[in-house]
């Protein structure tokens, strides 16, 4: 007897379908704004000293309060004669580069806390939750404000400031994911088989909480732009004469009335840096809830 193997139509129909539900997954709304955004954001970084109009640094007293558009100046001047423009370029480096730095050491210290925490019931647990707690008390920003202002200005001293207060963030969420992962049968079978604890975490339990990480990795990073910026808007962050994003915003304030443009673009900058981060945030949620994962954020 011979199988009848199904007709070609019905292979391309199905296959048909498997291609449209995952592009379906795909183009959601706000992955779709966000990919755009975020690529905008990362040209203008990356490629931001080859697209300034005018040295960020130097003034020119007789362009002082240029309006928006007008003698070659892209988002107007400030009260120097500085061009807007190439100043965010610059701010926009900075912002992110800081950001981005802060996220990557609270991702790495509050996973790495979060899976012992899950794997090793007893002390380890008992401290990783203690010092997440006591973090948790106080008031983030407070908080960094004294340490900032005790170490100095400058990158590093913020990077580290904001890396190290900012991680019990991961380390809730992935305790709490991870302790029910150790508990499923694969998990169970692996340590039946002799697999290390190690090599458990990385390719067992690592994997089942990436969708949640990826999502509070953005959630977090808007947080923390939020974060530098307030505090370099304090003085107390980048150096005065860096033209970081919450600087010019310190530096605009003195004029809002004659020249409201030097507020208004490194606020609307932050503005949209922090939407396009959440909407990208949003955008990973809803692609895991479609692929049967519960994130709730």
């Not at 990077?159 to 809730?172: C, D, E, H, K, S």
């Not at 505090?231 to 310190?250: K, Q, R």
């Amino acid at each position: 007897m011979t199988d009848i193997a199904p007709p070609a139509s019905a292979n391309t129909a199905t296959l048909d379908r498997y291609k449209r539900s995952r592009f379906k997954n795909i183009s959601n709304f706000e992955v779709i704004v966000a990919g755009i955004l975020v690529t905008i954001i990362a040209v203008l970084a990356i490629f931001g000293s080859f697209l300034q109009t005018h040295d960020p640094m130097q003034g020119d007293l007789m362009a002082r309060f240029t309006p928006v558009g007008e003698k070659g100046y892209t988002l107007g001047s400030d009260n120097l004669g500085r061009d807007l423009w190439s100043r965010m370029l610059v701010g926009l480096r900075w912002s992110m580069s800081c950001a981005l730095t802060a996220n990557l050491i609270n991702l790495a210290i509050g996973s790495t806390l979060g899976l012992l925490a899950a794997e090793r019931p007893g002390w380890p647990r008992t401290i990783s939750r203690q010092i997440t707690d006591t973090l948790q008390c106080f008031p983030f920003l407070v908080v960094a404000i004294v340490v900032v202002v005790i170490i100095g200005h400058g990158f590093w001293p913020l990077v580290l400031t904001l890396g190290f207060l900012a991680w019990p963030i991961y380390q809730r969420v992935v305790f709490a994911e991870a302790s029910s992962i150790f508990q499923r049968d694969y998990v169970k079978a692996a340590r039946i088989a002799g697999v290390g604890r190690f090599r458990i975490m990385i390719q067992h339990v690592l994997p089942g909480i990436r969708a949640s990480l990826m999502v509070i990795f953005a959630f977090h990073f808007a947080g923390l732009l939020i974060a530098e910026s307030a505090l370099s808007f304090l003085g107390i962050g980048a150096p005065l004469g860096v033209p970081t994003w919450g600087n010019i915003l310190a530096e605009g304030r003195q004029y809002m009335l004659r020249a409201p443009w030097m507020m208004l673009v490194p606020a609307g900058a932050i503005v949209i840096s922090v939407v396009t981060m959440n909407l990208a945030g949003d955008g990973i949620a809803a692609m895991s809830r479609k692929r049967g994962r519960s994130i709730d954020v």
